[in-house]
């Protein structure tokens, strides 16, 4: 297999490729720390076609566990559904799925059709099969802006989806307009946007659980391009791909989230440890380990801190690269490049005091 890179993420921005379909393994060690959340909720995976999502299997085979009011899916123009290869069922009968026209999914009740005590993709695949209510063409081409999906939007409580990763902002500042709870995929780089950036400071939006480092894998249509590193073809003809910096990004709540970072490191006796940037007032840290336990002063870290940050330990004050990722450029700042030590820039950083250094 050749190695991982982000070039992926960047030719699916070019290309507008967006087609990346999550791994069900991925989806469930993510789900399992929020399984109190969803009971009596109306899920909605906007960025899904239902036929080929792993967003979608996880929830309509947990309807019953997860206690779910309804789950919605929505599909979009040209979905590559061929044939049924791409698609979780057996798509014959599935008019709606041959057809590969826009639609929606809304599922109210999932039965236990075997009696065996638990609801398997079989029972989904019946309900689809049989009840002509639960599939229905949308009038529109299904993008997550358009008139209908708001519509379904205003009505659901949590949205859980992979979005297209060229639309990763104005996909979040949609779902803060609409006040929504959401658990979606997205690239650690996202961190440095300035608008995601801003949330995340006003502990708004935040990092999951599962994902912390490495990279994770994603399929991808037969009609993908694998021209770039980090790919397989499995035994039966399927792509998939491989990208780094793969997160969670969400607003709901988990226990873990706010366990404390221990640190074991002190500054006094070792500032020669700790440099300050020439162009901004904090001391720079390079391994968030490393953090120390004695300084109350501002502390620039690198943007991976996110995965470990505890709002309760923590307070984001800023982030910077070439200039500071809320207020961007300024006259005062222009040209300095705020990670500079010594003239040598650094990868940009987060910087944050440690709330329980009172000295």
């Not at 004050?317 to 500079?340: P, Q």
């Amino acid at each position: 297999m050749a190695r991982s890179s982000n070039k992926n993420l960047r030719q699916a921005n070019k290309a507008k490729k967006d087609e990346f379909y999550t791994q069900l393994s991925d989806i469930e060690k993510e789900l399992k720390y929020y399984k109190d959340k969803f009971k009596g909720k109306v899920v909605y995976c906007n960025a899904d076609d239902p036929f080929e999502s792993n967003f979608f299997k996880y929830f309509a085979s947990n309807f019953n566990v997860l206690g779910l009011k309804k789950l919605i899916a929505t599909s979009y123009a040209g979905s590559p559904v061929v044939g049924g290869q791409l698609s979780l069922f057996d798509v014959e009968g599935l008019k709606i799925a041959k057809k590969k026209e826009p639609h929606k999914i809304e599922i109210n009740e999932v039965k236990d059709l075997d009696d065996d005590g638990a609801v398997n993709m079989a029972d989904v695949e019946w309900l689809l099969k049989h009840d002509k209510n639960v599939a229905t063409p949308l009038k529109g081409d299904g993008d997550f802006r358009s008139v209908e999906s708001i519509k379904i939007l205003k009505e659901a409580d949590i949205i859980v989806t992979n979005p297209p990763f060229s639309l990763f902002r104005e996909y979040v500042m949609q779902l803060m307009k609409y006040k929504k709870k959401f658990l979606i995929i997205g690239n650690i780089n996202a961190v440095s946007y300035r608008d995601i950036f801003t949330l995340l400071k006003e502990n708004k939006l935040w990092l999951g659980a599962s994902i912390h480092s490495g990279d994770r894998e994603f399929r991808v249509p037969d009609y993908y391009p694998l021209n770039a590193a980090g790919y397989r073809v499995d035994s039966e003809g399927n792509k998939y791909i491989r990208v780094k910096g793969v997160r969670w990004f969400t607003n709901l709540d988990y226990k873990e989230r706010h366990e404390d970072l221990l640190l074991y490191k002190k500054y006094y006796g070792n500032e020669e440890e700790f440099p300050k940037y020439d162009h901004y007032d904090a001391i720079n840290v390079d391994v968030t380990k490393d953090i120390p336990m004695d300084y109350k002063k501002t502390i620039g870290v690198p943007i991976t801190f996110v995965d470990k940050y505890n709002p309760d330990q923590f307070e984001i004050i800023d982030g910077i690269g070439r200039y500071s990722m809320l207020t961007g450029s300024t006259e005062k700042t222009k040209g300095t490049y705020l990670t500079k030590i010594n003239g040598k820039p650094k990868y940009a950083r987060v910087i944050i005091k440690n709330k329980k250094v009172t000295k």
